[in-house]
């Protein structure tokens, strides 16, 4: 069997053109512009890259920007000042604080006092628990962007066995919460779990967030199964490097039914699913009919 390819690149191109067309609608229907408002300590090259990217699309799909950008000794209480300063702005409709924080500001604290409704990453407390009750909430974005993917290709996913690789709270867990709110029978690995290959095996849904370069062969997978790769890694390539996933690509392409690729699967989702929460924020904000399809 050779896998479809799942796009993520025409994927996000989608998402980002609906965004586009309802900020498009919110300006001329309610004279509102969507906002973001982004924050970033330090100068972590990675993070830099990051927000830059997300102000630009941001801005290509027709909402407001606000970049915050402090220093790398930036005081705890400075911060929270300006979180709150965003939290009662009304043209701010999504904050994201860039983490990794530097090591003397503490993130729970910081990221705790977002205000929920805007809290476009969603990683507040609240909305961990929102979704843990399956009640309306703010979704976090890279398995947002996985669970769009995999509705687009499957429809319905009730029923499903999914396999989660990963317990990260920004990844793993959410994944598997999302999966479960859609009737899905999950199952959660991490480094302790006992015959890692067996458990993978049973999944018709695979998704692998480890961090470790192509570590799920294609043996491991079950012929036919939909294998959605988060993992983001570089490795050594001669004398350049490239990025691989946590799939080996090339032997499980051979088994599933369907598999994302690195680069161009689940990454350019997460930001499109950034400025799909951001619309989201906004239209919750006004009272007004949230886009359909763009949230969980
Ligand atoms: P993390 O380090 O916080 O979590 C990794 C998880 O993998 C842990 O729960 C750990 O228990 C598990 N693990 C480690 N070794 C294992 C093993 N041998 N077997 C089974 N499980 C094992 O990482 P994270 O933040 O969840 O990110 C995971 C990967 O996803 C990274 O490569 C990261 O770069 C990537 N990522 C990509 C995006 C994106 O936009 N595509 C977004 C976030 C993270």
Not at 45 to 62: I, N
Not at 236 to 250: K, P, S
Request: contains cysteine.
């Amino acid at each position: 069997m050779t896998a479809t390819i799942l796009d993520g690149k025409a994927f996000a191109a989608a998402v980002r053109a609906k965004v586009a067309e309802h900020v498009t609608r919110l300006k001329t229907d309610h004279g509102i512009t969507p906002g973001l408002a982004v924050v970033l300590v330090g100068e972590d090259p990675a993070s830099q890259v990051y927000v830059r990217s997300k102000g630009k699309m941001t801005v290509e799909v027709g909402m407001a920007s606000f970049e915050h950008r402090l220093d790398a000794d930036t005081s705890e209480s400075a911060l929270l000042a300006l979180v709150e300063k965003l939290n009662n702005d009304p043209t701010v409709h999504g904050i994201l604080v860039q983490l990794p924080l530097p090591g003397h500001l503490d993130s729970d604290l910081v990221i705790n006092s977002i205000d929920p409704a805007k809290d476009v990453d969603g990683f507040h407390i609240s909305n961990v628990g929102l979704l843990g009750t399956g009640q309306k909430s703010m979704v976090p974005c890279t398995p947002l962007g996985c669970l769009m993917m995999l509705r687009a290709h499957h429809g319905s996913l009730s029923g499903m066995n999914a396999v989660v690789i990963g317990r990260s709270n920004i990844v793993g867990k959410p994944m598997a919460q999302l999966l479960l709110n859609d009737s899905c029978t999950v199952t959660i690995c991490h480094s302790r779990t006992r015959d890692l290959p067996g458990v993978v095996r049973s999944g018709d849904i695979v998704v692998a967030a480890v961090g470790r370069p192509e570590m799920v062969p294609g043996d491991w997978i079950k012929p036919g199964a939909t294998v959605i790769d988060v993992g983001i890694n570089r490795v050594a390539d001669g004398d350049r490097t490239r990025l691989v996933g946590d799939i080996d690509f090339a032997s499980a392409s051979a088994v599933a039914g369907a598999i994302t690729p690195v680069p161009g699967g689940v990454g350019p989702m997460t930001i499109a699913c950034l400025l799909a929460n951001t619309v989201t924020a906004c239209c919750r904000a006004n009272g007004l009919p949230e886009p359909e399809g763009l949230a969980a």
